[in-house]
T-cell receptor, first 112, second 112 residues
Framework: QQQVKQSPQSLIVQKGGISIINCAYE??????FPWYQQFPGKGPALLIA?????SEKKEGRFTISFNKSAKQFSLHIMDSQPGDSATYFC???????????FGEGTQLTVNP | DTAVSQTPKYLVTQMGNDKSIKCEQN?????MYWYKQDSKKFLKIMFS???????INETVPNRFSPKSPDKAHLNLHINSLELGDSAVYFC???????????FGSGTRLTVV
């Protein structure tokens, strides 16, 4: 059972454009929603995270938008750069344990 | 450097062999995990240990056996390797009561 669904699978954006990746979850017990960035040959690294008591969190060019009623959250990358080219994973974690459930990943390519 | 370290980084072996992957973290975390990343980049949790106690044991073949000699180490032993075991295996750690995971760089296992 896939509890966190992510789209699109792949995304190509021009340098300077906005990249948007979407996730939807099913489990209302989730209370922490991070985004991870993974470069080839490396492990996923925490990029930005949000709790459901806020609707938006911004860190530099990266913004998470959160819609609790729709059970959806998204990552926006403003002014996308070639160095942002990586695989992005959304994830969710519930209060009952330490398990992080990941989305399927989005391969982002930013063309120069 | 504070980190999650995995060895080896690459492992090529024949079907039927037994192999181990080692993981160590010096972050002072009390919880460690093994994740499997398949060819489609999907990250799936396999096991989790908290202070040497197994707390998550997903549906994986019993050919996979984790061992945690102390809270800073979590090893993964795989018996009778099969072609389908080929994947990248990631170790991660966190504090049980916090949410951030730190991942290692992964071990790419290729079974031939």
């Amino acid at each position: 059972q896939q509890q966190v669904k992510q789209s699109p699978q792949s995304l190509i954006v021009q340098k300077g454009g906005i990249s948007i990746i979407n996730c939807a979850y099913e489990n209302t017990a989730f209370d922490y929603f991070p985004w991870y960035q993974q470069f080839p040959g490396k492990g996923p690294a925490l990029l930005i995270a949000i709790r459901p008591d806020v609707s938006e969190k911004k860190e530099g060019r990266f913004t998470i938008s959160f819609n609790k009623s729709a059970k959806q959250f998204s990552l926006h990358i403003m002014d996308s750069q070639p160095g942002d080219s990586a695989t992005y994973f959304c994830a969710a974690r519930g209060t009952s344990g330490s398990r992080l459930t990941f989305g399927e990943g989005t391969q982002l390519t930013v063309n120069p | 450097d504070t980190a999650v370290s995995q060895t080896p980084k690459y492992l090529v072996t024949q079907m039927g062999n037994d192999k181990s992957i080692k993981c160590e973290q010096n972050l002072g975390h009390d919880t460690m995990y093994w994740y499997k990343q398949d060819s489609k980049k999907f990250l799936k949790i396999m096991f989790s240990y908290n202070n040497k106690e197994l707390i998550i044991n997903e549906t994986v073949p019993n050919r996979f056996s984790p061992k945690s000699p102390d809270k800073a180490h979590l090893n993964l032993h795989i018996n009778s390797l099969e072609l389908g075991d080929s994947a990248v295996y990631f170790c991660a750690s966190s504090h049980r009561d916090s949410y951030g995971y730190t991942f290692g760089s992964g071990t790419r296992l290729t079974v031939v």
